[in-house]
C-alpha cells in the first residue's frame, strides 16, 4: 500500500466525509485506489484528490449524482460546459 493514504487522511485533505467516500465508492464515482482484503480498509492515492475535489464542488452546487458522474466522465470541455449550463438552469428555475 505505498504511496496511498488511509481513508480517514484523504477524508481530511480532500474535505469530504468518511462516509461520502464509502458512498461514492458504492456508486463508482469515485473507488479507491487500493481495498485491503482482510479489512476492507480503503486507500486512495493524493492524484485522486483532484476528482474528489470536482465532486465536492459539484456538490456544493447541489449536481446530482448521475449529473456528477456525467461531468467526471465526459471526454471533452464542450460536453462539461454543457452539463454545468444545464444544471444552472435547472438551478435557475428551481429559484423561480
Known amino acids: 500500500m505505498k504511496n496511498l493514504v488511509p481513508i480517514g487522511r484523504f477524508s481530511k485533505v480532500c474535505q469530504l466525509t468518511i462516509t461520502a467516500l464509502r458512498l461514492y465508492d458504492e456508486l463508482g464515482l469515485l473507488r479507491p485506489a487500493a481495498v485491503d482484503p482482510d479489512t476492507g480498509y480503503r486507500y486512495y492515492s493524493l492524484a485522486q484528490a483532484a476528482d474528489a475535489e470536482r465532486i465536492r464542488l459539484l456538490r456544493a452546487i447541489e449536481m446530482p449524482l448521475d449529473g456528477i458522474r456525467a461531468v467526471l466522465s ?3 470541455a ?4 454543457d ?14
Open 78 to 81: 464542450a460536453a462539461v460546459r
Open 74 to 76: 465526459a471526454t471533452d
Open 83 to 96: 452539463l454545468l449550463e444545464r444544471h444552472r438552469a435547472f438551478l435557475e428555475e428551481r429559484a423561480e
